[in-house]
């Protein structure tokens, strides 16, 4: 993803792309006796944004850091990918992003490479997890059916995440910190039931608010989709410090594209101010796990 992004962002922001044996990674790579490893999906690597948490807070720190944030990415595909466990692990400190849920497969949905798109096993068809999810729940209207099966393939893919968090935090050796990087906080259920219960009307307060309209986000909550608080839970015992910034401030923004000169609109990915809160939010825990 890093790749398309600097095409598709090249007239708002360089990435200032470096190559780790064939990953392209968002830098600019910078020297130091020690290095912080960042793990997560886009929030990390910080589209649309010229300085990104990982790079500020490797300022505040005077260390090298290391952005290893990959756009639509699950705990999986760092599990499984050698060179980056390899970085990590020679690192002084790692920050994993509580990931998306979308990007986990279960019975029905095999994800690829650990990422959003990924391949329905009832017919082969490759789609991004969105899409699956979004034609069940059609079906399920059109024919007017309960949603039993819904319920349980989602409640099996939650479990199915938990299990890749706890693998991906197995597999560091260094001191670890979890964090929770969204506009929700984890508090704010994720409903298990398609009925929604209670919970709908804050989620679509919050989904109103930064532009989320679908089905698919309203059953699975904005992001990280699917993780609340009975998730993080079961994670806490695998980690060295747990923290969270919750802030939706600068959303929506807008970009400016040189190149095609027009304006973007950004409501989804989080704002420079967010990326600053993000960085003095995991500074004490950083510190402490350092030093």
């Not at 390899?86 to 490479?113: E, I, P």
């Not at 009925?195 to 679908?214: A, P, Q, Y």
């Not at 839970?233 to 980690?239: G, H, T």
């Amino acid at each position: 993803m890093a790749t398309i992004y600097q095409v598709w962002d090249r007239g708002i922001v360089d990435y200032h792309l470096w190559d780790l044996q064939g990953l392209r990674l968002r830098g600019p790579l910078r020297a130091g006796r020690k290095s912080v490893a960042f793990l997560g999906a886009a929030q990390t690597f910080g589209r649309l944004c010229a300085n990104p948490f990982p790079a500020i807070l490797g300022d505040m720190l005077g260390v090298a850091d290391l952005n290893f944030g990959i756009g639509g990415k699950g705990p999986s595909f760092f599990t499984d990918s050698a060179t980056i466990m390899d970085r990590v692990n020679k690192s002084s400190l790692a920050v994993v992003q509580v990931m998306s849920g979308r990007s986990v497969s279960n019975s029905a949905f095999t994800t690829k490479d650990g990422g959003r798109d990924g391949v329905r096993k009832s017919d082969g068809r490759l789609m991004t997890a969105e899409d699956f999810y979004e034609e069940l729940l059609s079906a399920r209207q059109i024919k007017g059916q309960g949603a039993g099966n819904l319920d349980a393939l989602v409640e099996e893919t939650r479990e199915n995440y938990i299990r890749e968090m706890i693998r991906l935090l197995g597999s560091i050796q260094v001191p670890k910190i979890l964090f929770w990087f969204s506009v929700r906080r984890p508090d704010e259920k994720v409903t298990r039931k398609l009925n929604l219960h209670g919970c709908l009307d804050r989620i679509k307060e919050i989904g109103s608010r930064i532009g989320v309209t679908s089905r698919f986000e309203r059953l699975w909550g904005v992001f990280p989709h699917l993780v609340d608080r009975d998730t993080i839970d079961q994670l806490l015992s695998y980690v060295d410090a747990y923290v969270e910034c919750v802030t939706s401030a600068g959303l929506p923004g807008l970009c400016f594209d040189k190149e095609r000169w027009r304006p973007v609109l950004n409501n989804y990915y989080p704002s420079s101010r967010m990326h600053h809160l993000a960085a003095e939010a995991l500074l004490p825990a950083c510190e402490r796990l350092l030093h």
